[in-house]
Structures are given as structure tokens and as C-alpha cells.
């Protein structure tokens, strides 16, 4: 957001014409005020008001530094920052980065600063775990910046990027993370780790590390990344620790693999074969379909579906006899913009006309009420008070709505009144809760809760034993019912429709099933054994037909079973046993160990001696010799205090540093020396930044200065500036039958600002101000040198023109954008994007105004296709020499040259469609392509002065309207898109030669 902003502003004082940009909001709904608790080895940054956060976060954090210390076997000498958000919308807004966040974004490591921020979601167990995936990015940071400059080369491959963190953190233990790798075992997708990105590189990361464990050893994970870091080629750094090749490992990995879990596929059953298949993700091109829930009837059932790249809200025919429709868009309005991922649901209410759910939006959770036929919302419920609002459930009389909210750091499970509007906590301490569902009687809540005691798990954190299980409450006793306690973890309990039994999803070793249990009897039975997971069951009204979402094959589908609850065979488990709510998480988990964590004053040394670059030859014993010393006297030095020492906490004071700098330097003869630079600087949250861009030449008047300060702090963004910018034209003349030149030379210098303020998500409104000077100064040759300020008086007397003119501007500018679009990988190809542009300089000269619109809209199909539409246009009205252009990379593409004008339309139109796949090439030298896309366009507009003059067409060909086609592929390489186009300008009777265009930048 930071360099998004500081750029516009740098665009709109450098030309003094309309600029705008799109792009999403990130709203600071609320003023937040922070803390620094300083431990051994972080500043804890924590919202002020809750002090016993930020120290629970000392504990994790420190338990989780000496946790990783032990394997890396190298202390971290320089301090690390960790922002900490109690909730999920807060960290969506930070300022820290630029980058728009979601909901399935944990947690984030910057690595300029080596920053970790991580939010509070209500589960602490889960919040230990990303804190130690992040702070593992960060350590490895922190062991690049300790060593030599003769050792800093990272050439971690990102699985091993990605995967040594879920390693640290969760190590192979998470059921829900290993679905994913069984899933691509049992499908024959696994690949080749090297070419293995996004999402699955952390889970089949994790699981490689997992296999160097427990074939190997321990420390050979820590030999490998060593190895890895300083070798250039993995197949190096492999055989430098195993003695084999990266292939030869990976295969005797994926043999691991086969024998753990293939003697336990045949033990489960495939979801499509014994279920009935009610949506199915490879076909619709979706990859999530989830959360289904029964009408009161029993005939259809809601849920949730990405297969539109938004998640939207889409009802279904339990008998196929309609076909599955869309009945409300999400993640695309105000109201809209997101929902929480899996932990969400829909609850119908009894009439059956209208259901219930959780949005996220800007300014907080609320609930909708929604009227199934329209889609249209009939109520909204907004609790200011909670930071986040997860599943629901409407009560049967449909009077109440329960729910798992979360606020003052906890997730509780409360009930709201509809008709006396009060909002009662059931459950009222830091354990997480969630999950909750009526009974049909109205009598008891069933829910979930994070409280008990895995006593065999994995525990390398501090609430690495907690696990889930199924509890109930009974609303007319006020009593507390467990009804499992097992190791694994048990969720999404719902009660059958006689209310005398629980349905619940139970964790076994590898998948994820629904079992049954009988309230009186204490007996126990399994409902399903598949392979993948099942999630969000829900059983119809007479208990015929059990619906929910299972995972398999790359994907989340809606699933079917009928008569769920016969023929089931019942063990003996128990009843449930009453049980009390004790809210002792601090002592329980001795969260007072803390108070040993303080600050300490340091005196690391150096593990490897510094050389100068001149240096030829080193002393490779003493190298080494001095680098095991220090080494040992570090670890020392470092070793975990027992000692109290009470870190101490501070307010949060702005201080700024570099964020980003770039320069270069030319010089040439004639043009003297040149250099530019740019830097910009932030605060640490960064919600200050300035931004500097110089352009200096050996004649400081000549130079270019720009400097800009922004406050995203607010939910206003707000900057200021000042500029000066300096130019320089020669013009050839013969005007006395000779050889003559003018020079003009221009400068402006002003000052200017910016306000956006954001409606939500999607819109807001831009307000710029320029105020500023700009000189024209006249220079004539005299043959030899160039006369200041003078000019032949015929010549200036014929041209109307003056040694020197001053013009003072006021320019103010109002720009309304909305953008909900959502990119592949090298364009936008869903949603749409607005904008509109109003701006009019005041000036002692001449006044101008300008306005401008650009309306573009992309429509998703087929999976992997889509239409892309543009529309733009304005006009610009008054005495100015401002004038719109219209050429390859601004208008039609094809045209042969650039057309100017003050009037201006065009019209695009795209079809964007997958190209080649995957491209592998062995010579003459190995190269790897995969996701080329490509792009057939038609484009067409017009650029003119006068209205009269325009003349589009003559005598049946193109004449002002100018009209191209072309295609061309793209290929998205990390930092920009590479594209190369050919087109073909047409005015309906011939085509000309072929144009040919290669850019960097991404699809309108």
C-alpha cells in the first residue's frame, strides 16, 4: 500500500495529468494502540489494552526460539520484531506490507526488516503453531545476516522454504495436514519436489523432512539445509549429506510413503464410490465446495463453492431434479468481501424461506439474514464488540441465533435473543470454542472445545497437547456434558433429529469420518470410512439423508448418504459425564514461566572472521578454527535463563527505516553527469512513509526533487508533498532562411496531497491537490553558446511568445474507483474494475478541465477461460497543450504511430485462454515453462480536437476509427508478466503488415 501510494503520487506530480490506479482497500477501521514488551530476543509489539497477551507472547515466543535453536545449533544475534493482532481483520489491514491479505493467510514473515506478524483467531494452540512457522523465516533471516559475506548465499528451494517451518511448527502431526499428501499418494499426483509450488509445497515439504527424521536422523535435516544454503545445485548439497542424488532421495521417499499408507487404503473406502456425488469440482472447475445444510423440508440443501474463483452461496437438489444454482454472490460487495475459510456455515431458519450466515466486511463480522428465493438480505446483525464471529446455528422456533464469537482474546460460544435483541456467553474462558448446533428441542447446545490433554501427542510447544473434543450444554439444568475424550481430535457435532443422538467428525491416523454416539447408552458407532476427510455434516429432517463435504482428489465435494444411521455396528464408550468449566488456562499451562525472559545486554562474536574483498587467499584451518570457538562461546552465551528477569513493556514509538533503495549514475560529453535515486523509509508498522526521488545533474537547477510523506494509519489515507521538476526542449527553426534553435527551459515547483477514503473493500473515493509554479524560460543560439533569456524580436513577435512566462496552477482532482477483480496468473480474468475522473486546473492562464472514465469487466468460464472487456474514454475541455494519446501500450493495439487528441474512446475486447501447460526443454540448456497463457484481442477507438473534424468512416473504410486484432501468449516470471503480441490495424478493406509488441506488464 505504501509504495502504491508514494507511486501515484510520484506519477501525478511528474506529468501534472490525471493518474489513477486500481486495486483493493485495506481499511484501519479502528485507531490501534501498540506496546513493546522486550524479551530475550524479540520486541513484542501488542495492542495496548491487552498487556497479559503480549505476555503469553514472550512465553511462545521463547519457547518456540530455544525449540528451533536446538536444530539449528546457532543462536540469532540480532533482534527480531513480532507484531502481534488480536484478530484476523485486524491483521488483513495491516501496513507492514503491501500486499492485500485474506482469509488464508496465517501469518507473514517480511524479510527486509525480518518482521513476523501473526494474528489471534481465537485458538492459541494454532496461533503457537504459525508463530513457530514464521519465526522459523525468520531465523533462518537472521542466520544469513550473522554470517560472513563469504557465506550469504539462501538457495533454499521453496519446498524446503516452506516446508521446514511446518516442519518446526507441526511436524508431520496435523491429520488435516496430511490429507493433502495421502490424497496425491492415493491419486498418483505426487511430482517432482523442484516444480512443486504454491500450497502443496509446504504439505509435501513437511512430509520430505518428516521422512529425513525417521529414515535418517534428526540432524540431518539441519545437514541438508546447511547443504543446501551453500550450494548452488541441490543435487550437490544431496549427495554432500545422503552420498545420493536429489531424484534417488525423492524416490526412496515417495517408497516411504507407500509402504506407511498403502496397507491402509484398503481399510477405507473412495467417496464417490459409496456416496452419492452431489457436486463434483473436476468438472465445474471449483476446488471448494462446503459447509452443506439441509432445507427444513429435506428437498435441497445450501453450501458454499468457489467454482467461479469467488466463494459464493449456491443451493442444490438433494434428488438431482434441478440443476444447482447460485442464489448469492460473494466476496465481490461491501456487504460481501469474504468468509471465513472453514470456519463458516449457513443455518436455514424453520419457515424454510430464509437462512442465516457469517460475512466478513471492513468494519466487522455481522450476520445476514437472507431470503432464499432473492437472495436479497432481509436483516443484519452487527456486534461491534467482537473482533470475529464463526459458525451459527438458528434455534428451531427460529427465535435465536448461537454462535462462536471472538472477543477480549478468547472464542466463546453465545446465544442472541432476535426478539429481545441480548446477547448471553455460554462458555467464558481462553479455551477455543466453537462449533456450536441446537438440539430439536431447543434444550441443549452441542459444540467443540480445544481443552483437553493429548497426553501422547507431539509436544515441542506449549499447547501442542490440546486437542478437541465434543461437549454439550444443557440451557434448563446450566450444566456442561463431555461426550468424547479422545487423543485424536472430534468435531462438527450435530444433534439427529430425535435429539438422542451426536453426529460429530472423529480424526483417526490418516482421514477424518463421521461416527454417531447414543446420548443414553454411552454406545459408539462409525457412519463412514473413506479416505480424505469429511467435514460440516448435516442429516436431513426425518434422519434419511445425511449431506456433507469430504475431500478428495484435489478437491472439496458435496456428498450423500442415505439411511445414515442403519445397520451401524455399536461398541461400548460411554455417556457423557458431566463437567466443569474451569477457566485455569494461565495455571494450567504455567504461563507465568515468562517472567525469565527479560532483556539482555550481549556481546555475540563474529563465528566467521571478516576478509577484505582484496583478500586472495584465506587460511582455511584458521577459518574454521575461529568459527568452532566463537560458535561454542555463543551458544553459551545463549543458553535459556532460569533466572527472573521480567521483560519490560514500553509504548510504541514510531521510528523509521530504509525500506527500499535504488539509483544509478551516467555521464556523457555533451550532456554532462547524471544520477538518479530513490529510497523510501516506513515506520514499523508502517503506518508512516516517506518517499524520496531525486534526479540530480551537474546543474542543480536542472535537477528533479520529489518528496512524499503518507499516513496510513487511519482509516483516511493521507499524504503530502512538495516537487520540483525541471525539463528541457531544443527547437530547430529556419525562420530567418538559416539554421537557428530554441531552447526552452521548464520548471514547476509546488506542493501537493492526497486523501482516499475508502467505502469498503472495493470502493473509494481519491482526492488530489496540486498547487504549483511552473516557468518557461526561452534561450537563443548564438553559434557558439546559448543567450539566456533572449529571443530575435521578429521571431518572438511572429510566435506570440515571451522570454519568460510564469503560470500559477491550482489543481484539484476527484477519482472514484471500484475494483472487486481477481487475477490469474497474468491478469485479471473475474469481477470488474471502475473508475472515473474528474479534474480541473484553476490557472492564470487558461482554466482545463478533464473527465475520464475506464469500466472493465472479465467474465470467468469454463474453468480456465475468460472474456475480458474494456471501455474508456474523456474529454478535455479549455486552453491547455494537455492531450489524451492513443498508441500501443494506451489504446489500439496494431497502430503504426501515436495519435494525441482531446477527445478520446476505445473499446477492447479479450479472450484469455491457457496456451501451453508445460513446456520442457533439455538443449541447449534444460528450461522449465508451465502456465502460458495466451490472449486473442480486438480493439478499436478514436482520438480527435474537434467534434466537427471527426470523421470515423469514408466511403465504407476506417478513417478516424482506427480497428486491430491480434493474439499473443504470456508468461508470468515472478516480478512482471512478459507478453508478446502481434497485431494487424485494419480499415476494412486491407490488414497492414504485422506489428510486433513485447511488454512487461500484466492484462488490462
Not at 502443496?200 to 520430505?208: C, V
Not at 473493500?761 to 509554479?773: A, G, H, P, T
Not at 477483480?821 to 480474468?829: H, K, L
Request: hydrophobic fraction near 35%; aromatic fraction near 16%; charge should be negative.
Amino acid at each position: 500500500m505504501k509504495k502504491f501510494v508514494l507511486t501515484t503520487l510520484m506519477i501525478l506530480v511528474s506529468f501534472q495529468l490525471f493518474a489513477y490506479n486500481f486495486g483493493k482497500n485495506k481499511i484501519q477501521n479502528s485507531k490501534m494502540e501498540w506496546k513493546k514488551i522486550e524479551s530475550l530476543h524479540f520486541d513484542i509489539y501488542y495492542p495496548s489494552q491487552n498487556k497479559e497477551f503480549g505476555k503469553l507472547a514472550v512465553l511462545m515466543a521463547e519457547e518456540a526460539y530455544y525449540h528451533l535453536k536446538k536444530d539449528f545449533q546457532r543462536p540469532i544475534m540480532n533482534r527480531i520484531p513480532i507484531i502481534l493482532y488480536k484478530s484476523h481483520d485486524d491483521f488483513e489491514a495491516t501496513n507492514v506490507i503491501g500486499a492485500l491479505l485474506g482469509e488464508g493467510v496465517g501469518g507473514f514473515t517480511e524479510t527486509a526488516h525480518n518482521k513476523v506478524a501473526v494474528p489471534f483467531d481465537g485458538n492459541y494452540k494454532k496461533m503457537e503453531e504459525v508463530l513457530t512457522h514464521e519465526l522459523t523465516h525468520a531465523y533462518v533471516n537472521g542466520i544469513n545476516n550473522n554470517r560472513s559475506r563469504l557465506l550469504t548465499m539462501n538457495n533454499l528451494p521453496f519446498w524446503f522454504q516452506e516446508g521446514l517451518p511446518e516442519f518446526e511448527a507441526i511436524h508431520g502431526e496435523s491429520v488435516y495436514n496430511n490429507m493433502f499428501v495421502i490424497d496425491l499418494l492415493l491419486n498418483d499426483r505426487i511430482g517432482n519436489l523442484g516444480m512443486i509450488g504454491g500450497y502443496y509445497a509446504y504439505r509435501l515439504g513437511e512430509s520430505f523432512l518428516v521422512f529425513v527424521e525417521e529414515e535418517y536422523d534428526r540432524n540431518k535435516v539441519m545437514e541438508l539445509f546447511y547443504a543446501i544454503r551453500f550450494n548452488r545445485n541441490t543435487d550437490t548439497a544431496f549427495k554432500k549429506v545422503f552420498g545420493k542424488d536429489f531424484e534417488q532421495i525423492q524416490l526412496r521417499w515417495k517408497n516411504f510413503l507407500k509402504r506407511k499408507y498403502y496397507p491402509q487404503f484398503a481399510e477405507y473406502d473412495i467417496p464417490h464410490e459409496v456416496f452419492s456425488r452431489l457436486t463434483d469440482h473436476s468438472k465445474d472447475g471449483s476446488s471448494l465446495n462446503y459447509a452443506p445444510r439441509f432445507s427444513p423440508d429435506g428437498n435441497s440443501y445450501i453450501y458454499f463453492s468457489n467454482r467461479n474463483l469467488k466463494t459464493d452461496i449456491w443451493e442444490g437438489s438433494i434428488l438431482g431434479l434441478k440443476k444447482n444454482k447460485k442464489i448469492l454472490s460473494g466476496e465481490s460487495t461491501g456487504d460481501y468481501e469474504e468468509f471465513h475459510y472453514l470456519q463458516n456455515n449457513l443455518a436455514w431458519f424453520p419457515d424454510g424461506n430464509k437462512f442465516a450466515f457469517v460475512s466478513k466486511t471492513s468494519f466487522a463480522d455481522k450476520i445476514y439474514i437472507v431470503d432464499n428465493e432473492t437472495g436479497k438480505a432481509s436483516q443484519k446483525l452487527e456486534f461491534s464488540e467482537f473482533d470475529a464471529i464463526f459458525e451459527i446455528d438458528v434455534s428451531n422456533d427460529g427465535d435465536k441465533i448461537v454462535f462462536a464469537g471472538q472477543k477480549n482474546l478468547k472464542s466463546d460460544i453465545y446465544i442472541y435473543d432476535l426478539i429481545t435483541e441480548e446477547i448471553t456467553a455460554i462458555t467464558d474462558d481462553q479455551y477455543f470454542d466453537n462449533q456450536p448446533h441446537w438440539s430439536p428441542d431447543d434444550s441443549k447446545i452441542t459444540f467443540t472445545s480445544e481443552r483437553t490433554f493429548n497426553e501422547d501427542a507431539y509436544a515441542e510447544q506449549i499447547f501442542s497437547k490440546l486437542s478437541s473434543d465434543v461437549f454439550y450444554y444443557d440451557l434448563i439444568e446450566d450444566k456442561f456434558f463431555r461426550v468424547t475424550q479422545d487423543p485424536q481430535k472430534n468435531s462438527f457435532p450435530i444433534w439427529d433429529k430425535t435429539g438422542e443422538n451426536i453426529i460429530f467428525v472423529s480424526e483417526s491416523e490418516t482421514t477424518s469420518n463421521c461416527d454417531v454416539i447414543e446420548i443414553a447408552s454411552g454406545l459408539r458407532a462409525k457412519i463412514t470410512n473413506v479416505h480424505g476427510g469429511i467435514f460440516a455434516p448435516d442429516i436431513s429432517i426425518d434422519n434419511s439423508e445425511l449431506v456433507f463435504s469430504a475431500f478428495f482428489n484435489g478437491g472439496w465435494d458435496i456428498y450423500s448418504l442415505s439411511n445414515p444411521l442403519d445397520n451401524l455396528v455399536y461398541t461400548e464408550y460411554s455417556k457423557p459425564v458431566e463437567f466443569t468449566f474451569v477457566d485455569n488456562f494461565y495455571e494450567r499451562f504455567r504461563l507465568d514461566r515468562y517472567h525469565v525472559f527479560g532483556k539482555q545486554d550481549k556481546k555475540f562474536k563474529k563465528e566467521l572472521p571478516e576478509y577484505s574483498h582484496k583478500v586472495t587467499k584465506i587460511d582455511i584451518g584458521n577459518f574454521t578454527q575461529v568459527d568452532s570457538l566463537n560458535k561454542a562461546y555463543n551458544l553459551d552465551l545463549d543458553k535459556k535463563p532460569t533466572e527472573p528477569n521480567e521483560p519490560l513493556s514500553s509504548a510504541y514509538k514510531p521510528k523509521f527505516a530504509l525500506d527500499y533503495l535504488w539509483g544509478g549514475a551516467a555521464y556523457s560529453p555533451s550532456g554532462g553527469t547524471y544520477a538518479q535515486l530513490q529510497f523510501g523509509l516506513s515506520d514499523l508498522m508502517g503506518n508512516h512513509a516517506i518517499g524520496v526521488q531525486l534526479g540530480i545533474t551537474g546543474d542543480l537547477s536542472a535537477s528533479d526533487v520529489v518528496l512524499t510523506y503518507m499516513n496510513l494509519k487511519k482509516r483516511i489515507d493521507h499524504g503530502y508533498g512538495g516537487f520540483y521538476l525541471s525539463d528541457e526542449w531544443v527547437y530547430w527553426t529556419n525562420f530567418y532562411n538559416r539554421d537557428d534553435f530554441m531552447r526552452e527551459r521548464e520548471y514547476n515547483f509546488g506542493i501537493y496531497s492526497i486523501l482516499r477514503y475508502p467505502f469498503n473493500k472495493f470502493w473509494r473515493l481519491d482526492f488530489e491537490n496540486i498547487i504549483s509554479s511552473k516557468i518557461i524560460k526561452r534561450d537563443w543560439w548564438d553559434g557558439n553558446d546559448w543567450i539566456a533569456e533572449y529571443l530575435r524580436p521578429e521571431f518572438a513577435e511572429y510566435y506570440g511568445l515571451e522570454t519568460e512566462e510564469t503560470e500559477y496552477i491550482y489543481s484539484p482532482q476527484l477519482t472514484l474507483i471500484h475494483d472487486n477483480a481477481i487475477y490469474g496468473s497474468v491478469g485479471p480474468v473475474s469481477g470488474s474494475r471502475k473508475a472515473l475522473l474528474i479534474n480541473h486546473s484553476f490557472s492564470t492562464e487558461e482554466d482545463y478541465t478533464i473527465v475520464y472514465t475506464d469500466l472493465r469487466k472479465y467474465l470467468f468460464f469454463a474453468k480456465r477461460y475468460a472474456f475480458a472487456f474494456r471501455f474508456s474514454g474523456g474529454t478535455i475541455q479549455g486552453d491547455t497543450n494537455q492531450k489524451f494519446s492513443m498508441d500501443y501500450y494506451n489504446g489500439v493495439r496494431g497502430l503504426t504511430e501515436d495519435y494525441i487528441g482531446r477527445n478520446k474512446f476505445m473499446v477492447s475486447a479479450e479472450l484469455r485462454y491457457p496456451f501451453i501447460d508445460n513446456l520442457q526443454m533439455s538443449f541447449p540448456f534444460p528450461m522449465y515453462l508451465y502456465q502460458i497463457r495466451g490472449s486473442a484481442f480486438i480493439d478499436t477507438g478514436s482520438i480527435w480536437d474537434e467534434n466537427e473534424e471527426l470523421k470515423l468512416t469514408d466511403n465504407d473504410r476506417l478513417k478516424d476509427l482506427k480497428l486491430s486484432v491480434g493474439f499473443g501468449p504470456r508468461l508470468n516470471l515472478g516480478y512482471f508478466v512478459l507478453k508478446f503480441d502481434v497485431a494487424w490495424n485494419t480499415d476494412l478493406e486491407t490488414f497492414s503488415k504485422p506489428a510486433y509488441y513485447i511488454s512487461l506488464t500484466p492484462d488490462f
